[in-house]
């Protein structure tokens, strides 16, 4: 079975300094991706970034980076610089193995931006 | 640009009532999918539907049916509304076995009384 774990249930962080959104997975799948949404107060959910099980390298999107542990099977979101624009929920989610690749999702963190 | 709609952002039902929550997307995505969002539970996947006429339930499938007659819509049907169908529901496509992004629409808040 395959499960996304997200222990906080909220964060802060002052503007312009990074911030770690924690998540851990569980699968016994060798191949799996990961993936990190953002979903502001108007409730969209807004793709971040993704990382393949065999990427070599950890995925990076402008100041989004994903910190991809495999060992500890952890999947963690840093945010740099943080705006305000980033206060948001944030869901970690895996991939799952039919052919429509459906995701299974943690629970979120709240992350609030501090001017 | 990527699209995904919903009908209504906002809905309120009678207990028993049968519910349509309808989802079009304009991408020509073979993969639909449908989530109900709820505090401290994250998103759990309803049903999801590979291909025309094709579904499969996912996590949480009682109490709700789909129906996929284009490759366009994929609606949501609630039989008969129960209090406890109260929440978000969210729409979401993606490209195929090899496009794992998914596109997600604004949502639906169903509140049922």
């Known amino acids: 079975a395959q499960k996304i774990t997200q222990t906080q249930p909220g964060m802060f962080v002052q503007e312009k300094e990074a911030v770690t959104l924690d998540c851990t997975y569980d699968?016994?799948?060798?191949?799996?991706?990961l993936f990190w949404y953002k979903q502001p107060s108007s409730g969209e959910m807004i793709f971040l970034i993704y990382q393949g099980s065999y990427d070599q390298q950890n995925a990076t999107e402008g100041r989004y980076s994903l910190n991809f542990q495999k060992a500890r099977k952890s999947a963690n979101l840093v945010i740099s610089a943080s705006q305000l624009g980033d206060s948001a929920m944030y869901f970690c989610?895996?991939?799952?193995?039919?052919?429509?690749?459906?995701?299974?999702f943690g629970t979120g963190t709240r992350l609030t931006v501090i001017p | 640009d990527v699209k995904v709609t919903q009908s209504s952002r906002y809905l309120v039902k009678r207990t028993g009532e049968k519910v349509f929550l309808e989802c079009v997307q304009d991408?020509?995505?073979?993969?639909m999918f449908w989530y109900r969002q709820d505090p401290g539970l994250g998103l759990r996947l309803i049903y999801f539907?590979?291909?025309?006429?094709?579904?499969e339930k996912g996590d949480i499938p009682e109490g709700y049916s789909v129906s996929r007659e284009k490759k366009e819509r994929f609606s949501l049907i609630l039989e008969s509304a129960s209090t406890n169908q109260t929440s978000m529901y969210l729409c979401?496509?993606?490209?195929?076995?090899?496009?794992?992004?998914?596109?997600f629409g604004p949502g639906t808040r169903l509140t049922v009384t």
């Open positions: 989610a895996m991939r799952g193995t039919t052919g429509a690749n459906n995701l299974f």
């Open positions: 699968t016994s799948d060798p191949s799996y991706g």
């Open positions: 979401a496509s993606s490209r195929g076995e090899t496009s794992y992004e998914q596109y």
């Open positions: 539907s590979y291909d025309v006429k094709m579904k």
């Open positions: 991408m020509d995505h073979e993969n």
